[in-house]
């Protein structure tokens, strides 16, 4: 299940709950707090741009935590780059200790220079 914080209701919310109170509030339409910009769909509530850190429709997931800079693609959650030491398409799969400094192909896992 998705949570996340709704200011207007001091609550955590599923999805469903954060879409009806996000688009009723005051009788008004208002897009969900985690959208970056304050824009979203006015028909689905989902957000067109997430803050850094966040992803999915209404940007209440965090990144995987081994993302570098803690940026991630915003529909899926899939890592830009990883941390070092990390690979994957989610930064969940560790390097070889074979590998030098830990570093290694983000896709593939391979040792760099090899």
């Given at each position: ?29 208002h897009c969900p707090q985690t959208c970056n ?19 999915n429709d209404y940007c209440a997931e965090a ?12 529909k899926f959650g899939n890592c830009f780059d ?33």
């Open positions: 299940m998705m949570l996340f914080w709704s200011y207007v209701k001091c609550k955590y919310l599923d999805v469903q709950q954060a879409r009806t109170v996000s688009m009723t509030v005051n009788g008004n339409f910009g304050g824009n979203c769909n006015s028909s689905t509530g989902a957000c067109f741009y997430c803050f850094s850190g966040t992803y990144c995987p935590d081994n993302c570098k800079d803690s940026v991630c693609e915003r990883c941390n070092p030491g990390w690979y994957g398409d989610r930064c969940y799969q560790g390097c070889s200790q074979n590998c030098s400094g830990m570093s290694c192909e983000r896709t593939t896992g391979n040792c760099f220079g090899k």
